[in-house]
């Protein structure tokens, strides 16, 4: 789980429990009004502030759901994605080695005493040459890839 959706949801719960907390203290309130018999004006915007309060929390809530449903989505949209480039390049990886090594079994015999004797200098330099080239393309593909 990333950092954002994990902080979302420690919220989205901390704002819940501000709601239960809410709602509980509002049912006290008018409890205590229906004990006394006595409504005052005080306490009814009280009551009236804390009801407003409960409505906010829960819109809060709402869009803190929506927010983490939406962060989920994104996080298992980026994992597919990994999931494709890594597909990709171990593809990539396998076109790039396959040509290489028959390049580099074309070569050998060139640079063994089978063929070398038919090269010249020049001949056996541009063999030389192609066979380091090959082998550091190599190693790049082997750095690059593990």
């Known amino acids: 789980m990333t950092v954002a959706f994990v902080v979302a949801l420690i919220l989205l719960a901390a704002a819940a429990a ?3 907390l809410m709602r509980a203290r509002i049912s006290l309130l008018r409890a205590e009004m229906r004990a006394e018999s006595v409504v005052s004006e005080g306490l009814r915007d009280r009551i009236a502030g804390l009801e407003r309060d409960v409505a906010r929390l829960e819109r809060d809530v709402a869009d803190g759901n929506t927010k983490a449903d939406g962060l989920g989505r994104e996080l298992s949209d980026l ?3 990994n999931r494709k480039l890594a597909d990709a390049a171990e593809a990539t990886v396998h076109d790039l080695r396959e040509p290489l090594g028959t ?3 074309f070569l050998e015999p060139l ?3 089978r063929y ?4 010249d200098y020049r001949g056996k330099s ?3 040459f192609a066979k380091d080239a090959a082998l ?4 790049l593909i082997d750095d690059r890839t593990g």
């Not at 550091?136 to 190693?139: H, P, S, W």
């Open 18 to 20: 501000g709601l239960y």
């Open 79 to 81: 994992r597919d994605t």
């Open 103 to 105: 390049v580099l079994e």
């Open 111 to 113: 640079q063994n005493r």
């Open 116 to 119: 070398s004797e038919q090269l």
């Open 126 to 128: 541009y063999v030389r």
């Open 136 to 139: 550091r393309l190599r190693a």
